[in-house]
T-cell receptor
Framework: DAGVIQSPRHEVTEMGQEVTLRCKPI?????LFWYRQTMMRGLELLIYFNNNVPIDDSGMPEDRFSAKMPNASFSTLKIQPSEPRDSAVYFCASSFLPGGQYFGPGTRLTVT | AQKVTQAQTEISVVEKEDVTLDCVYETRDTTYYLFWYKQPPSGELVFLIR??????QNEISGRYSWNFQKSTSSFNFTITASQVVDSAVYFC???????????????FGPGTRLSVLP
C-alpha cells in the first residue's frame, strides 16, 4: 500500500482565501484523523472519523474549519477564510483498531 | 480537564545508554487511552503505542518498553541501548472515553527532545 497520501505538500495562500487540504487514507482503515502542529500550540487533534462519520470534532478551532469524509478513501479539511494564525503543518492519519495510526507526510500551510 | 505533562524538555544521552522519557497525565475518567508518538528531524509523525486504562501490563517492543502505572498516573517510555536514529521529539498523549473504542478529547504533551550522541 502507498501509505496515507496528503496533498498538497506545501500551500501558500493569502489571508481570506479558501484552503482545502486532502487526504487519502490507507485502504481498509476505518479511522481517519486530522492533526495540526505549530510551535505555539504544539500538536493538536482537530477531528477524527470512524467509518466516515465524525466522532469527535472538539479540537476544531472555530467555524472557519470544516472537515468531510464523503467516502472511505477520501477526506478534506477546509479553512474558509484562512488567516495567518492558521499557518501550521497539518497531518492526516488513518488506523484500523487495534492497530496503530499511520501518518501522512503532512501539508505545510503558510497564510500570508 | 485532562492534562499531559512531559517534564523533560530535552535529554541528551550517549549512544548505547538507556533513557527513560517521563509522562504524567491527569484525567477524571476511569476509561482513557494513552499514546506515544515519535517525530524525527525529518518531521513525519510515527505512532508508537496506544494503551487503554484497563491494561496495566507493561509492554516491550524490541528496544522500546512502556511502564504504565495508574497509581502514579504515569506512562513512561524507555529506550534501551539507544541509537543515533532514536534522536527525535517524543510526544505522550491522552484521550478520554468516548462513544467508540478510540476515545476523544485528545491532549498532547509538549514533547521531549531526545538527542542521542555517537
Amino acid at each position: 500500500d502507498a501509505g496515507v497520501i496528503q496533498s498538497p505538500r506545501h500551500e501558500v495562500t493569502e489571508m481570506g482565501q479558501e484552503v482545502t487540504l486532502r487526504c487519502k487514507p490507507i485502504s481498509g482503515h476505518d479511522y481517519l484523523f486530522w492533526y495540526r502542529q505549530t510551535m505555539m500550540r504544539g500538536l493538536e487533534l482537530l477531528i477524527y472519523f470512524n467509518n466516515n462519520v465524525p466522532i469527535d470534532d472538539s479540537g476544531m478551532p472555530e467555524d472557519r474549519f470544516s472537515a468531510k469524509m464523503p467516502n472511505a478513501s477520501f477526506s478534506t479539511l477546509k479553512i474558509q477564510p484562512s488567516e495567518p494564525r492558521d499557518s501550521a503543518v497539518y497531518f492526516c492519519a488513518s488506523s484500523f483498531l487495534p492497530g496503530g495510526q499511520y501518518f501522512g507526510p503532512g501539508t505545510r500551510l503558510t497564510v500570508t | 480537564a485532562q492534562k499531559v505533562t512531559q517534564a523533560q524538555t530535552e535529554i541528551s544521552v550517549v549512544e548505547k545508554e538507556d533513557v527513560t522519557l517521563d509522562c504524567v497525565y491527569e484525567t477524571r475518567d476511569t476509561t482513557y487511552y494513552l499514546f506515544w508518538y515519535k517525530q524525527p528531524p525529518s518531521g513525519e509523525l510515527v505512532f508508537l503505542i496506544r494503551r487503554n486504562s484497563f491494561d496495566e501490563q507493561n509492554e516491550i517492543s524490541g528496544r522500546y518498553s512502556w511502564n504504565f502505572q495508574k497509581s502514579t498516573s504515569s506512562f513512561n517510555f524507555t529506550i534501551t541501548a539507544s541509537q543515533v536514529v532514536d534522536s527525535a521529539v517524543y510526544f505522550c498523549a491522552l484521550s478520554e472515553d468516548g462513544r467508540d473504542n478510540y476515545g476523544q478529547n485528545f491532549v498532547f504533551g509538549p514533547g521531549t527532545r531526545l538527542s542521542v550522541l555517537p
